[in-house]
Nanobody, 115 residues
Framework: QVQVVESGGGLVQPGGSLRLSCVAS????????MGWYRQAPGEPRELVAS???????TYADSVKGRFTISRDNDKNTVYLQMNSLKPEDTAVYYC?????????WGQGTQVTVSS
């Protein structure tokens, strides 16, 4: 069993920045594929960004150039740096750890972009 815990959400004005953090348990963190997803009210959950064991990354088109995903394997942590935030980025952000054939989810952290 892998525990996943997110932190760092909050209220920010349009154009502002936030950094989300996600800690996943386990001694094989460096082998996990880590991802950030988000879900707005009434919408399906969508992939925001992911990072693989090789540190290669994938981003949704809507966040390219504004968000950056990174990982620190020594701290079992993945980050999502979010810049130039827009109201449409408002959602609950979930961290996902993909371990071999299983997926583990955190409880989510709310990000609200509003003036």
């Amino acid at each position: 069993q892998v525990q996943v815990v997110e932190s760092g959400g909050g209220l920010v004005q349009p154009g502002g920045s936030l950094r989300l953090s996600c800690v996943a348990s386990g001694s094989l963190f460096s082998l996990y594929v880590m991802g950030w997803y988000r879900q707005a009210p009434g919408e399906p959950r969508e992939l925001v960004a992911s990072i693989r064991t090789s540190d290669s990354t994938t981003y949704a088109d809507s966040v390219k150039g504004r968000f950056t995903i990174s990982r620190d394997n020594d701290k079992n942590t993945v980050y999502l740096q979010m810049n130039s935030l827009k109201p449409e980025d408002t959602a609950v952000y979930y961290c996902n750890a993909h371990v071999i054939v299983r997926d583990y989810w955190g409880q989510g952290t709310q990000v609200t972009v509003s003036s």
